[in-house]
């Protein structure tokens, strides 16, 4: 078999990207108050401009979302945007690129986390299983109300408002997120969507909300800046589907046409017993550009890109520890391991204190 091309250039929709290592998506909660991105984490996305494409942490597209912290950030007005050209200039001045993670967090939201008494909302009025992280402490999920069909609108919009402060914040992209038991996925999946109208039952109508986000993002980004990430067999969250494999083969179908920069699906490598594997499925019937995600290290990443089954490789954990990651992958250097008391704790400890391999051998 040919040698694996992770560390070759490419091009990437209309982007030429340095290699096929992906920063993959990840929530850190150090936003200033207000949700807005400061120069701490400019450094902390600049450290690792190394990657061929970073995606950002999820950012909220949902105004009522504010209370949070320490906090997520947004990008729903001028303050939020203007801290995110911090980071996007930051991640250029390095030679990198960036697409923005967009989110709603449907039914995950807790009531203290929105403002004017909203109660957070959902396909249908199922709630989430497990706690969440709260200010006071971790809390049962709340039962969402189920979006009536106007709201669903309103939800459109906000994505399509985010993706255009995106645009003008100097994002490369932006990455709609589908994945792992946000708004989107509660659609998607049959174990969280229980609607009768339009946007429940078929694969097609609970594709549909994605489908309309994809659609109004398309005022401010051509579709080969838009990726999709989904996450067929994620149970976090609660989440589940009666058939993920047939389920996500047949959202990818109706993806397919969209002309999309690319579909990541996060399928952990080491799958839990009694998970199927749905990203052959997905193969078969997405013909753009597909990034997987889920416990890759080197040789994984290599034998996947070797074998056809993906186009490029996103990694999480390893680069919160590794800012340089891809240089000590090419090197085949050791690795830190992250700390994940301080994954989602606030200031520099744990985000902008990893060294990089030239630090730690000097
Ligand atoms: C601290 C942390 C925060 C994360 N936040 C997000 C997120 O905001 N959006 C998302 O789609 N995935 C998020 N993830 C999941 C990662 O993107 C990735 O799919 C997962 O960590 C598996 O990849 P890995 O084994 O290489 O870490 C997060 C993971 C970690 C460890």
């Known amino acids: 078999?040919?040698?694996?091309?992770?560390?070759?250039?490419?091009?990437?929709?209309?982007?030429?990207?340095?290699?096929?290592?992906?920063?993959?998506?990840?929530?850190?909660?150090?936003?200033?108050?207000?949700?807005?991105?400061?120069e701490l984490n400019a450094l902390y996305y600049r450290q690792r401009a190394g990657a061929g494409l970073i995606i950002s942490e999820s950012i909220e597209v949902d105004p009522f979302s504010t209370i949070d912290v320490p906090t997520r950030p947004g990008l729903t007005n001028s303050a939020q945007e203007s801290g995110w050209r911090l980071v996007t200039d930051a991640v250029h001045g390095a030679g990198g690129k960036i697409f923005?993670?967009?989110?709603?967090?449907?039914?995950?939201?807790?009531?203290?986390?929105?403002?004017?008494?909203?109660?957070?909302?959902?396909?249908?009025?199922?709630?989430?299983s497990g706690t969440i992280y709260t200010s006071t402490g971790p809390?049962?999920?709340?039962?969402?109300?189920?979006?009536?069909?106007p709201e669903i609108g309103t939800i459109v919009a906000e994505f399509?408002?985010?993706?255009?402060?995106?645009?003008?914040?100097?994002?490369?992209?932006?990455?709609?997120?589908?994945?792992?038991?946000?708004?989107?996925?509660?659609?998607?999946?049959?174990?969280?969507?229980?609607?009768?109208?339009r946007y429940g039952g078929s694969v097609s109508n609970r594709t549909r909300l994605l489908i309309e986000i994809i659609a109004a993002t398309q005022m401010h980004w051509p579709a080969a800046r838009v990726g999709v990430r989904l996450s067929p067999t994620n149970t976090y969250q609660g989440m589940s589907d009666s058939d993920p494999v047939g389920n996500f083969a047949g959202i990818a179908a109706l993806l397919d046409p969209l002309g999309l920069a690319y579909l990541h699906i996060v399928e952990p490598i080491v799958q839990s017993i009694g998970q199927p594997r749905t990203l052959k499925g997905i193969r078969d019937t997405f013909g753009g550009t597909l990034i997987v995600a889920g416990g890759y290290g080197r040789a994984?990443?290599?034998?996947?890109?070797?074998?056809?089954?993906?186009?490029l490789v996103a990694v999480g954990e390893a680069f919160i520890a590794?800012?340089?990651?891809?240089?000590?992958?090419r090197l085949s250097a050791g690795l830190s391991a992250a700390d994940k008391s301080t994954f989602y704790t606030s200031g520099e400890r744990g985000y902008t204190d990893y060294p990089p391999l030239s630090a730690v051998t000097d």
Request: charged fraction near 20%; proline fraction near 8%; charge should be neutral.
């Open 100 to 128: 923005a993670q967009l989110s709603h967090m449907g039914r995950t939201a807790h009531p203290s986390q929105l403002l004017d008494g909203r109660q957070p909302v959902g396909p249908s009025a199922l709630a989430a």
């Open 322 to 329: 590794n800012p340089d990651l891809p240089e000590r992958w």
């Open 1 to 38: 078999m040919s040698a694996p091309c992770l560390f070759a250039p490419m091009t990437f929709g209309d982007l030429s990207l340095s290699n096929r290592i992906v920063m993959a998506p990840m929530t850190r909660r150090r936003a200033m108050h207000g949700k807005i991105p400061s």
């Open 160 to 197: 399509a408002a985010a993706a255009r402060r995106a645009r003008s914040a100097g994002f490369d992209g932006i990455e709609i997120h589908g994945a792992n038991g946000y708004l989107i996925d509660q659609f998607l999946r049959d174990g969280s969507n229980i609607r009768t109208d």
């Open 139 to 149: 809390e049962p999920y709340a039962t969402p109300r189920a979006l009536e069909i």
């Open 300 to 311: 994984d990443a290599e034998n996947v890109l070797a074998s056809g089954a993906a186009d």
